[in-house]
């Protein structure tokens, strides 16, 4: 049991479980902005539209993205499926929960700018989020697939060197 615990150190905690919970962080700071705050910020990129849907798509993108890169290392998930099947069962198990996980925090997202002045809930938004996540667990599926095959490559070539005999 200790042996199996001890990959979870401080290492794997900086790698790993504190990427998404700072990321969530920057998004309840970014949320608990003011209308007029959060359109300060934006600059002469406040009026242009689809600025705002551009961010919520890419603050989920990202969070999703973090949360399956996650629950890939919990899971015991270090190698995506071989070449050939890009995505197996587990790895469909690791997105959904990355997914729900995720979708979660957008809805509790939603309800906290409900209490910022000049905010409301916008299922828009959670349309965005939602398209955002979909998105970041694709992209980790496919950073995970393409891992795997670069280090099946590694392997390869290593093993296809020739060793020289020292017997006579």
Same mark, same amino acid.
């Given at each position: 049991?200790?042996?199996? #615990?001890?990959?979870?150190?401080?290492?794997?905690?900086?790698?790993?479980? #504190?990427?998404?919970?700072?990321?969530?962080? !920057?998004?309840?700071?970014?949320?608990?902005?003011?209308?007029?705050?959060?359109?300060?910020?934006?600059?002469?990129?406040?009026?242009?539209?689809?600025?705002?849907?551009?961010?919520?798509?890419?603050?989920?993108?990202?969070?999703?993205? #973090?949360?399956?890169?996650?629950?890939?290392?919990?899971?015991?998930?270090?190698?995506?499926?071989?070449?050939?099947?890009?995505?197996?069962?587990?790895? #469909?198990?690791?997105?959904?929960?990355?997914?729900?996980?995720?979708?979660?925090?957008?809805?509790?997202?939603?309800? *906290?700018?409900?209490?910022?002045?000049?905010?409301?809930?916008?299922?828009?938004?959670?349309? !965005?989020?939602?398209?955002?996540? !979909?998105?970041?667990?694709?992209?980790?599926?496919?950073?995970?697939?393409?891992?795997?095959?670069?280090?099946?490559?590694? *392997?390869?070539?290593?093993?296809?060197?020739?060793?020289?005999?020292?017997?006579?």
């Amino acid at each position: 049991m200790i042996s199996r #615990l001890g990959r979870f150190g401080p290492g794997w905690l900086v790698a790993y479980a #504190l990427p998404p919970v700072a990321w969530a962080g !920057v998004i309840f700071w970014l949320s608990s902005r003011t209308a007029s705050q959060a359109g300060d910020a934006l600059g002469p990129l406040a009026d242009v539209p689809l600025v705002s849907e551009a961010f919520h798509f890419g603050e989920y993108c990202l969070l999703a993205f #973090l949360v399956f890169r996650l629950m890939a290392t919990v899971g015991g998930l270090r190698r995506a499926a071989p070449p050939g099947s890009p995505v197996q069962a587990l790895d #469909l198990l690791l997105g959904n929960v990355s997914g729900a996980a995720s979708f979660a925090y957008a809805i509790s997202d939603e309800v *906290h700018q409900t209490f910022v002045p000049g905010r409301t809930f916008a299922v828009e938004d959670l349309a !965005v989020d939602l398209a955002g996540i !979909v998105t970041g667990i694709a992209a980790a599926w496919a950073w995970r697939w393409w891992r795997n095959i670069r280090c099946r490559q590694c *392997h390869r070539s290593n093993r296809s060197e020739p060793t020289t005999s020292t017997h006579a």
